[in-house]
Every structure is written in C-alpha cells, then in structure tokens.
C-alpha cells in the first residue's frame, strides 16, 4: 500500500462520508479522491517526474492535503513547509532538496520572490487562487493558478507505479546547524505509523480528528493519516488563542485531539464544555513531557477522556505510548513501544542496560525513516545498525539512535531523562533539565518554564531558570528557589532566576532552548560590554 491509497480505499468503501472539514467548506472521500487525482494529473503536465520534490508553503487548508497526495499520486515526494518559517530558511529547504514545485499563495510568493531567484531546479511556482492578490517572480518562475493546475484535464486514474520503501515525503527538522535538515520518510514508514498509532488510539470511521498541529510536523500530518486509515474526518483547525480550539471542538464535535505541552498548559486552564466533555474520546501528548499539574489540571477538565502520552522523534515518527490505564501508576512514563517498532535502552560501548540504568533510546522496526537528505555525515551518526540483543543474536537492519536518554524499569516502563545535547554538565554531575522543572511546574508558580546550562568558570556550567508567568517578581524568585532546594540536590538548585513575557518555541510550538541559551548569552555580553 502507498500513501495515497489511504483516501482511495476510503473512497472505495465510504465515498459518501465527510473526510475534510475547513470552515464552511467539506469534502467527502470520494470527492476528495477525486480532487487528488485532477493535482495529481496538473502536476504531471507540469513537467513533473516520478521522485520529484514538491513543496507545500500553506497553513492548515484543504489545497495543501490535495497537494501532498496528489503528488504521492503523481509519483513525487512532497514536502510540507512550516508556514511559520521565514524567507531564508524557506528559500534552504527549497534549494536543500532540489524542488521542482512550489505550492503556496500569491503573497508568499511574493515574499519568497527574491529569496527563491537562485533555486535552479525550482521551474513552477503555484498560488492559490485570491482575490487582488499576484505574485510577481522572476521571468523563469511566472506563476500558475492553483484552478489551472486542477481544470487541466480530467482525473487521472492510473497513479504512477511506486513501490513501499519509495520516499514519499521529506519533513524538515531543526538541525544542530541551526538550518532545517530533512527526514527521508517512505511509503512504508508513513503507512506503518498511520496503522500503529490508529490502532493504539482506537480510531475508527465515526472520529471526528481536530487537527491544530502544523503539517510540517509528524505529529501534525499523522492526523491526516491516522484518519484516512480508518475513513475518519479531519477538521483542519489554525488558532490564535487556546480558547479557539475548544471553540472548535465543541462546533465540530471532536473525538481526537493532539497537542504539545505548552498548548496543554493554556488548554488544562480552560474551562470545557459539557459537549466537548461527552464527545471528546481521546488526547494525546507529544513533543516534551506533560508537566504533573498540567497533567492533572486536564484531566480534571475533561474527566471522561483518556489521555495518551507519547514520545516519538521525526526519525522514526512514534516510539512510545503509555495507556491511559496507567496513568495513575506512573504519570512521568513515556509508556512502552508502539505496535510495529522495538525500544532499546543502550549504554555507550553498545551493550543494553539492565532496568534502572540509563541510557540511549534506540528505535528499530518499520518506522525508522530513511535517513537525512543530503547529509551523509548526520545519517551515518544517527542511523546504525540495531545493538545485539541479550542472547547474542545480530540484528541486521538499520535502527535510530535517538540521541535521547531514558531509563526502563523492571516492568519494562521507559522514562525520559533528557537529551543528550540539553543535559547539564555541572559540579561534575549530568543533569536532566526534565527533573528540575517537574519540581518548578509541580509549584504552580509557572506557566512554562526551561533549565539551561550558562558557560562558567568554576562550575563548567550554571543552571539558570527561565520561566514564563504571571506572577513575576523577587517573591516569585525565592517560592521558585526554595522549592528547588527542598526537593533537588544542592548541585540541581539554579544559580538564577529570569522571567520572560513569552518563552520562544520553535515553529512545531516546543519550547526552544536554543534560542533561550542564545538570548542569554547575548545579555550576558551585552551586560559585559556596558561595564567595560
């Protein structure tokens, strides 16, 4: 099976059932086929080839899922770009892997119109249709209509021959650089994750999926999927306040609903309606750790609703889930491995760790992606083959090492200690900054909150709190401080305390520690330099 298959077996068995909602406008499967057959069909008049790149720039609207599968139709790999991102890390991602196709609106375009004047294999640029809007480009790039693109000819109905382990997209994620590297995702991983994670989560043909997640994320495009497997509906849904998305929930009657922490810590003080209360079947968690309180606060809320925590890397879509079931027994697990993959727990020589003993997550089985694109060095680090499992055996395919330490207990529960490049190194000791802001959310003092190593001297590196809240101030400092030192080994305690209006996220909404350690350093010298 390939991607596009999804809608197609769909359509086949329940054309006349809602697939996409957007506003006011909705889509049945069987229309929905055939809208991606008619991208699929502009795409390959286009001058587009079997393996060809195709770039989505557009927020969360029906154009862009008719873009992605239409181009898996067509034979090519699509690849979403974040609507968030701005020109230059744009006009990267294009020149990285070599678009042929860009998808977006006139005034992205437009803005991109400079930026994308040295993408040489980039030959068409589509814009969506929008009233008083154009896009001038340079001359090679004049661009074409989005109803042009689908009014060329009819439907084709012979998808172009791909096989499973063909790539199908390419998801760009922050990179030790600081530029955007691409995940290599095929057919197979994307259809495997889609019948895992729907498995897992129950989904079945009567979900109503809200997703609120950009598509450039896999969490984010794993709504579409998960959907599509069962013949489910997806809402597409773009918020400007927490409260837009329980807006939503209750006018679309939502059962599925995935987020990050730092929209769950906004949502879990919200009160919900009593509708989204009853209907509301599921939520899922992804991309950091839920704090405790936040945890609770939610379920409180939404008391008839199970709550799925998951951990997962964009190199191998989903690892981990915990059951709701045992959510009570252990709130901070991140669960045990989802259907169709194997978690490791791996020391550094290689050897796997005995319960209680940290070490790497390593991820095998039919998610591991296919490596980054056009970066041999990075895939060589990361993509491995598996450890030798206890009784000898050699594992021969490749597995993720995913940079993340954890810890398994003896029931087989796997627990999140930190990343390799966030740890702490300080007094001697490696330091999770996970555990101290556990122990800062737990206070209730906070509403997001992230423990950075500082360079120094004495120390080799100073923790420093960075806290969002409403409730800042030197009172606040010492509550933090003090609850710190009551729960946390001397060595834990931050040195400081600083509060920000908002802390940074990247575009996925994770909390950006790189950005905070950046600003941080750029006061510290800019402190320096006024003294001298």
Request: aromatic content about 6%; proline content about 6%.
């Amino acid at each position: 099976m390939l991607l596009h298959d999804l809608i197609l077996r769909s359509a086949a068995t329940s054309p006349n059932r809602t697939a996409l909602v957007r506003r006011r406008e909705s889509l049945d499967y069987a229309t929905l086929a055939t809208a991606m057959q008619q991208v699929a069909s502009g795409l390959k008049a286009a001058g587009v080839e079997p393996g060809d790149r195709i770039a989505v720039y557009l927020d969360k609207r029906i154009e862009a899922v008719l873009s992605y599968f239409g181009a898996s139709y067509a034979g090519a790999v699509f690849v979403p770009v974040n609507p968030r991102l701005k020109k230059t890390q744009v006009a990267h991602i294009l020149d990285d892997c070599s678009v042929s196709v860009l998808i977006t609106t006139p005034a992205r375009a437009q803005d991109l119109a400079e930026a994308i004047a040295a993408c040489k294999d980039l030959h068409t640029v589509v814009v969506l249709d929008e009233a008083g809007r154009a896009a001038r480009l340079p001359r090679r790039l004049d661009p074409v209509s989005w109803h042009s693109l689908i009014a060329g000819g009819a439907p084709d109905r012979t998808a172009v021959s791909r096989i499973d382990v063909d790539i199908a997209a390419i998801l760009y994620t922050s990179g030790s650089t600081g530029k955007p590297r691409g995940v290599v995702l095929s057919h197979r991983n994307l259809i495997a994750g889609a019948s895992s994670v729907a498995g897992y989560l129950g989904n079945t043909a009567d979900d109503v999926i809200l997703a609120v997640l950009p598509f450039s994320f896999d969490v984010g495009f794993s709504q579409l999927t998960t959907a599509f497997s069962v013949g489910a509906s997806v809402v597409l849904t773009d918020y400007l306040l927490a409260r837009d998305v329980v807006d939503a929930a209750e006018r679309h009657g939502a059962t599925g609903l995935a987020g990050v922490p730092t929209l769950w810590t906004q949502l879990a003080r919200l009160e919900w309606p009593e509708t989204v209360i009853d209907t509301l079947r599921y939520v899922t968690n992804t991309g950091g750790a839920m704090p405790s309180n936040t945890l609770a606060a939610l379920r409180e809320r939404l008391p008839k609703t199970d709550v799925f925590l998951m951990y997962g890397l964009t190199e191998a879509f989903r690892s981990t889930f915990l059951s709701p079931d045992e959510l009570d027994r252990r709130p901070t697990s991140i669960g045990k491995a989802i259907p169709n993959a194997e978690i490791l727990v791996v020391r550094e020589n290689g050897t796997l760790c005995e319960p209680g003993e940290p070490g790497e997550l390593v991820h095998r089985g039919a998610l591991v992606s296919l490596g980054y694109w056009n970066d041999p060095e990075s895939t060589a680090r990361r993509f491995r083959p598996a450890p030798n499992q206890p009784d000898g055996r050699s594992v021969p395919d490749i597995a993720v090492w995913s940079g993340d330490t954890v810890v398994r207990d003896e029931q087989g529960y796997l627990y999140f200690v930190g990343r390799k490049d966030d740890m702490i190194k300080s007094s001697g000791y490696r330091i999770s900054p996970a555990e101290i802001e556990e122990v800062v959310y737990a206070t209730g003092l906070v509403d997001n909150c992230a423990a950075v190593g500082m360079p120094d001297a004495e120390l080799g590196q100073a923790i420093v709190l960075v806290c969002e809240s409403t409730r800042a101030g030197k009172d606040t400092q010492d509550r933090l401080l003090a609850a710190c030192r009551a729960a946390l080994p001397s060595y834990m305690v931050p040195c400081d305390v600083i509060f920000l209006k908002t802390l940074p996220c990247n575009p996925n909404g994770k909390i950006d520690r790189r950005e905070i350690v950046a600003m941080l350093e750029i006061s510290v010298a800019e402190t320096a330099e006024g003294k001298g």
